[in-house]
């Protein structure tokens, strides 16, 4: 992890710092973000792996006392000789997973054991969220926050308090912000290859719909006409996602807002949510400006991207 | 991490309406080593370039890399829309649906979908279906036989032009029917009373 770093009390683009090559791309990989930005999501994310257990890939215990002859494992699970599932070896995982969020979360450890905490819950959550992929059902709904799991350990100490800027935690944070968009924008790939450049005149939504439409889902089945604009809209909006890396302040907000209302629209459709990827979709927010009025001085902290 | 310059309590930042005099000290940048630079841009680029060949030419079961193909297939307008679901005979004799959900069998629809090919291939495994229901319903009766059906629902136009169900397994096999040379179950009237073909539509 970064052992070595400097503090400088110099805000990103200070004129006595002499540009050298690279420093846009530096400013644009590693941009200094609030650190507290990170202590507040690392709350969010770490509490959302603990219901994710039980709410979401909550069908790991049903596996491991199932047939082990369903068993269909994933590449990752032979190449690092993960077990066949059983009732033992998820039980101590589920643990392993709770108590490493709530100390994360906390933020209470000493940077070392911190990190390698944080990268122990990252494993085995990776490991849990595998079981439950490798039954021949695979999801794509966990990519960002297993990226979020993974990178968030290495930004170290940051405390909700913390007012410095860090480059760890711009780092961190774009990377989540990558999971994220690659979840989307290699959606609209994957339908180009799997669909064909045609797939939005198709009817997969009636597929889904006709499968495990809600009422309300059901309801949209007639005309046809009306999935088949969505599948054009949901398209464009995939293909578009990148723009979320470039856009700053209402545009960017207003663009994650939209995300979230495609995914209420098919939970209240299909029951579909993908909340693993929403929950990062905070990583594009100042999430650190909701605890302006907590400062001790009862200022607000003003942090603006 | 911590900062060696401790970010001053007068920190302002440039807050909207601070009616505060202008920050004195502006907060303190924590920049990282090269090393650290380094390993950095390195796993994201490796991570980047992972993520994007598994929708490119990946499969599967790369995951977390594989390919983002929830929903990536498309079915024609005029194509058809199948749902399979499972019933079962149980010991006292009746036949009733059983659904194929992660409380009643210990395995989703999907998965089983996914295994469908093995399924019919191997029909000994719909009997480990019903090992599990068992064992998550003890007090229910058991299951003695069971088929694995596929309702169809034909698509004119993108509109819903009737549906009918298919048998695509059963077990035991010598009580389900007869395989065929592709693999499937004959439709016969043997197979089960519930598994008629009903054709709603055209």
């Known amino acids: ?144 926050l297993i990226v979020a799991l993974w990178v968030l350990p290495t930004v170290g100490i940051s405390r909700l308090r913390d007012r410095t800027r860090s480059e760890a935690a711009g780092w961190a944070l774009l990377c989540i912000q990558i999971g994220c968009v690659a979840v989307y924008f290699l959606s609209a790939l994957a339908k180009i290859r799997y669909g064909g450049w045609d797939w939005p005149t198709g009817s997969t939504f009636a597929w889904a719909m006709t499968r495990r439409g809600t009422g309300l889902g059901r309801m949209l089945l007639n005309p046809p006409w009306l999935l088949v604009v969505g599948q054009f809209a949901v398209m464009g909006m995939e293909f578009l996602s990148p723009a979320l890396l470039f856009l700053r302040g209402r545009a960017r907000y207003g663009f994650v807002v939209l995300l979230c209302c495609f995914h209420l629209g098919t939970y209240l459709t299909m029951k579909i949510h993908f909340l693993p990827l929403v929950v990062c979709l905070l990583a594009f927010l100042p999430l650190e400006q909701v605890l302006g009025e907590r400062f001790p001085d009862g200022r607000r902290s003003g942090v603006r991207r | ?127 480990d279906l019903a090992t599990s229901y068992h064992r998550l319903h003890p007090d229910q009766p058991q299951l003695q036989q069971l088929w694995l059906q596929d309702r169809v629902t034909v698509l004119r136009h993108g509109r819903d032009a009737g549906q009918y169900v298919t048998t695509l397994v059963g077990w035991p096999l010598n009580e389900a029917g007869q395989v065929n040379e592709s693999g499937q179950v004959n439709e016969s009237g043997q197979v089960n009373e519930a598994g008629q073909v009903n054709e709603a539509g055209q």
């Open chain 1, 1 to 144: 992890m970064s052992t070595d770093t400097r503090a400088e009390n110099a805000p990103p683009g200070n004129p006595a710092v002499p540009p050298r090559p690279g420093r846009g791309l530096r400013a644009a990989v590693f941009e200094p973000t609030p650190a507290a930005r990170v202590a507040l999501l690392r709350i969010v994310i770490y509490g959302f792996t603990i219901g994710d257990l039980f709410w979401i890939v909550n069908d790991v215990f049903a596996h491991a006392d199932g047939s082990a002859a369903l068993y269909r494992p994933l590449r990752i699970r032979l190449w690092l000789h993960l077990p066949v599932p059983f009732h033992g070896y998820v039980h101590v995982l589920r643990w392993v997973i709770i108590i490493g969020c709530l100390l994360c979360a906390s933020g209470r450890l000493p940077r070392r054991l911190g990190v390698l905490t944080g990268l122990v819950t990252a494993a085995a959550f990776t490991d849990w969220v595998s079981i439950g992929m490798s039954y021949s059902k695979i999801d794509h709904d966990h990519f960002a």
């Open chain 2, 1 to 127: 991490m911590r900062p060696i310059a401790p970010p001053s309590p007068q920190f302002s930042g440039g807050g909207g309406s601070d009616p505060l005099p202008a920050d004195p000290e502006p907060p303190a940048v924590q920049r990282l080593s090269r090393a650290s630079l380094a390993w950095r841009a390195a796993a994201l680029v490796i991570g980047t370039l992972l993520v994007v060949r598994g929708t490119l030419i990946g499969n599967d079961i790369d995951w977390p890399f594989g390919p983002m193909s929830q929903f990536a297939f498309r079915i024609g307008p005029n194509g058809a829309i199948h749902s399979t679901f499972l019933e079962a005979r149980t010991v006292q004799g009746n036949v009733m649906v059983v659904p194929i959900t992660v409380k009643s069998v210990g395995i989703a629809r999907a998965e089983i979908e996914g295994q469908q090919p093995r399924l019919i291939r191997d029909p000994a495994l719909l009997g």
